[in-house]
């Protein structure tokens, strides 16, 4: 069994220096009040005992939790109270630099909580370290001066998620969809150099890339760009192609379908070439937050200002999802999958059916979803209804922005912002009522407010915010082309930017309250009151603001294990609600309810109507490879019947033995969970290749014990 240090190191638990600890409180106290050797022991084996029971690994805090209960339990009050008081005196001694340890820790890679924070960096690399070194240093100064205490209390204890404090202190925002339009088309500033329009579709992918990589060293969330922005290069690319064939041909006989067909040709390869820039450069770029950029890319044909464009964005769709069925090769020359760019094909009328013009592209998409989970769905139907007739893609994961018309009266996507995100923890809300429900909705509203200010934390620290800060967003077109020296705070209000309240744990919440699942008919209206209790929270900050406070399913990575622990240490273990070390994401049916795919979407589609800042739902699949009718036959339902929505399987490969099926998750005698090969044996994750959908995007450098939990409890729905 082992213990979590306060750097975040693991080692083995020994009850020794339980003993010696309650020892040494022991003989600060006169003889008549002291515990027995006896009693010593025993207290020590109890907390070996509870510690054993948990069934995961505690950290040192919880340990001397459990060690002052059994004191207090034996009545040993002065003893209790000198052990308080020793442990008092050494946080007061750690608070003296809080910092260096936790940085130490992660320089050596001993620190595990860093090491599973993000399943997409390696804490080993200089870059991720040096990231994470910034992030301690950021969290250090946000929870010592930036933030109110009762914020950053309620932080530490799981009520709320602080999110992205690692980032706080830079005056930095969560999402963006980038302009690329504007940025293409008008040209742009990267590092000081002047990028003018590009003459060809190639160009036009590099200088979308190195846009990308700025972008992403400038803030912290998810980017998305729509490849309609890249398809007028096509058209480019095509005369520039026509132009020279002809001039090769001049003075040869040949007819005009030989040309086309010459014209053709070199087109499509040039339109590989760009798709292949975006692939390779997007996934070995690192960027200054030690990865691979966050990005989307949106491909939605009737995004398209003419028929002709349309078929353009056809051909660039066709080459992005061939390149991506192929994958990209590791280190031994491998075919993987890789985490990034993430993809969005939407479903509209042209594509959905058999017969239509563009099916051939909802095929490849299918095979390209059943052997790389991607791309991820959007239904242009329900998304018009619920976006006031407007279909446009998320930033990042699932953060979506509103509608929001700009001063000539028309919608505007593009070129705008998330500012952040705090979530709570719905679970909590929940437990601390008691099961009451009067009392349950007096602390939902004191729970809400707390979000409130602290998202007005998060408003706050970036008004006043310089443009200079990062010209690439702010003077160069991705967001705005602001003057230097000018502020960004018109960008702030009136809905150009969106500002979040994300929530988790709604099934587990409505599980306590209820005493059944939110899919039960008796208790589906309380969990839809519960998600409309919290938009009409945020349509009364938005009025008395003028900033756009929207509801958003927080796509929790490793916060779904500190929600759990923050659970189990102020509640205990309660069956059904923290017995697990993970509670459920947004408004999700917990994985480990049987359900099929169609039910499951539908059901969701509900709670996706009341998540306006945010959502995306899945469906878990066994191998589809041979079966590409049948993920046809979920993508057409998609399209009926929920907004946003993706097919989760599995990609893995190990680099010892060859094995490219499903790596296995196993637990050892502590109760520790690993990943390991079923044909070698292998459990060295730096020598296996897997990919997982974490929460909305995959992942593909592992993941902390809570959500790991989460991924071996999923069932199937298909």
């Known amino acids: 069994m082992k213990i979590i240090k306060r750097s975040g190191t693991e080692v083995k638990f020994d009850i020794n220096k339980i003993v010696k600890a309650i020892e040494g409180a022991n003989n600060e106290v006169s003889l008549d009040k002291q515990l027995t050797q006896e009693q010593i022991l025993e207290c020590a084996r109890n907390v070996e005992n509870i510690c054993h029971?948990?069934?995961?690994?505690?950290?040192?805090?919880?340990?001397?939790?459990?060690?002052?209960?059994?004191?207090?339990?034996?009545?040993?009050?002065?003893?209790?109270?000198k052990y308080i008081t020793y442990r008092y005196q050494r946080a007061l001694a750690r608070k003296a630099n809080t910092t260096d340890q936790q940085i130490l820790t992660l320089l050596e890679c001993n620190n595990q909580d860093v090491k599973e924070e993000n399943s997409n960096k390696n804490p080993t690399v200089n870059s991720v370290q040096r990231d994470y070194m910034a992030g301690e240093v950021s969290k250090d100064i946000t929870k010592r001066i930036l933030l109110p205490k009762d914020i950053v209390e309620a932080h530490e204890q799981g009520i709320i998620h602080f999110h992205d404090a690692d980032y706080f202190a830079q005056h930095m925002h969560n999402c963006d969809l980038v302009n690329l339009e504007d940025m293409l088309q008008n040209g742009?500033?990267?590092?000081?150099?002047?990028?003018?329009?590009?003459?060809?579709?190639?160009?036009?992918?590099?200088?979308?890339?190195?846009?990308?990589?700025?972008?992403?060293?400038?803030?912290?969330g998810g980017q998305s760009i729509s490849i309609t922005h890249l398809a007028p290069f096509v058209q480019i690319s095509r005369e520039k192609i026509r132009a020279n064939v002809l001039e090769e041909f001049e003075g040869v006989e040949v007819s005009q379908e030989h040309i086309?067909?010459?014209?053709?040709?070199?087109?499509?390869?040039?339109?590989?070439?760009?798709?292949?820039?975006?692939?390779?450069?997007?996934?070995?770029?690192?960027?200054?937050?030690?990865?691979?950029?966050?990005?989307t890319i949106f491909m939605y044909l009737n995004e398209a200002r003419s028929e002709q464009e349309k078929q353009d964005i056809a051909l660039i769709t066709e080459e992005i999802l061939k390149q991506r069925i192929e994958g990209v090769k590791n280190e031994k020359g491998v075919w993987i999958t890789p985490a990034f760019p993430k993809l969005i094909y939407v479903l509209e009328p042209d594509n959905i059916k058999e017969g239509t013009p563009y099916f051939y592209l909802t095929e490849l998409s299918a095979k390209c979803t059943a052997k790389r989970m991607v791309p991820?769905?959007?239904?242009?139907?329900?998304?018009?209804?619920?976006?006031?007739?407007?279909?446009?893609?998320?930033?990042?994961c699932r953060s979506f922005?509103?509608?929001?018309?700009?001063?000539?009266?028309?919608?505007?996507?593009?070129?705008?912002?998330?500012?952040?995100?705090?979530?709570?923890?719905l679970v909590d809300v929940a437990l601390s009522s008691k099961g009451d429900v009067e009392s349950f909705w007096k602390i939902?509203?004191?729970?809400?407010?707390?979000?409130?200010?602290?998202?007005?934390?998060?408003?706050?620290?970036?008004k006043g915010t310089k443009s200079d800060v990062a010209p690439i967003l702010w003077q160069y077109g991705a967001l705005a082309r602001l003057e230097k020296g000018e502020t960004i705070d018109k960008l702030l209000y009136n809905g150009y930017s969106t500002i979040s309240l994300g929530y988790a744990g709604l099934y587990e919440c409505v599980k306590y309250m209820t005493g059944k699942s939110h899919t039960d008919p008796e208790a589906t209206p309380f969990a839809l009151e519960v998600m409309q209790h919290m938009n009409d929270a945020c349509a009364k900050w938005k009025a008395k603001e003028h900033i756009d406070f929207s509801l958003y399913g927080t796509p929790l990575e490793s916060t779904t294990?500190?929600?759990?622990?923050?659970?189990?240490?102020?509640?205990?273990?309660?069956?059904?609600?923290?017995?697990?070390?993970?509670?459920?994401?947004?408004y999700h049916i917990v994985v480990s309810e049987n359900i099929d795919a169609f039910k499951?979407?539908?059901?969701?589609?509900?709670?996706?109507?009341?998540?306006?800042?945010?959502?995306?739902?899945?469906?878990?699949?066994?191998?589809m490879m041979n079966n590409i009718p049948a993920v046809i036959k979920v993508i057409q339902y998609i399209y009926e019947h929920i907004m946003y929505a993706e097919l989760n399987t599995k990609s893995d490969y190990c680099q010892v033995c060859g094995y490219d099926g499903e790596i296995q998750i196993k637990e050892d005698k502590d109760g520790k969970l690993y990943w390991e090969c079923p044909q070698c044996g292998n459990r060295d994750q730096s020598k296996m290749n897997v990919a997982r959908r974490t929460c909305g995007y995959i992942g593909s450098q592992f993941w902390n014990q809570g959500r790991t939990q989460e991924i071996r409890d999923r069932v199937l729905h298909l």
Do not use: W
Not at 376 to 396: A, P, V
């Open 401 to 425: 922005l509103t509608p929001y018309k700009n001063e000539k009266g028309e919608y505007q996507f593009y070129g705008r912002f998330n500012q952040g995100v705090v979530t709570i923890n």
């Open 376 to 396: 991820d769905y959007i239904s242009e139907k329900i998304m018009l209804e619920l976006k006031q007739g407007n279909c446009y893609t998320c930033m990042g």
């Open 260 to 295: 086309e067909k010459v014209v053709a040709k070199r087109l499509k390869e040039e339109i590989k070439k760009g798709v292949q820039t975006i692939q390779y450069q997007i996934v070995t770029l690192l960027t200054t937050n030690g990865q691979a950029p966050f990005v």
């Open 444 to 462: 939902f509203d004191e729970r809400l407010d707390l979000c409130y200010r602290a998202l007005m934390c998060r408003h706050n620290r970036l």
């Open 561 to 586: 294990y500190k929600f759990s622990k923050c659970l189990q240490k102020r509640f205990g273990i309660i069956k059904g609600i923290t017995d697990k070390n993970y509670i459920t994401n947004s």
């Open 53 to 81: 029971e948990k069934g995961r690994i505690l950290n040192v805090e919880e340990v001397q939790d459990l060690v002052e209960n059994q004191i207090m339990d034996k009545k040993a009050h002065e003893v209790a109270r």
């Open 188 to 220: 742009t500033v990267i590092s000081g150099t002047m990028i003018e329009k590009p003459k060809s579709f190639s160009t036009a992918c590099n200088i979308a890339t190195q846009i990308i990589a700025q972008v992403a060293s400038n803030q912290y």
């Open 600 to 623: 499951k979407l539908e059901f969701e589609a509900q709670f996706q109507r009341l998540s306006p800042g945010g959502a995306i739902s899945y469906v878990e699949v066994p191998n």
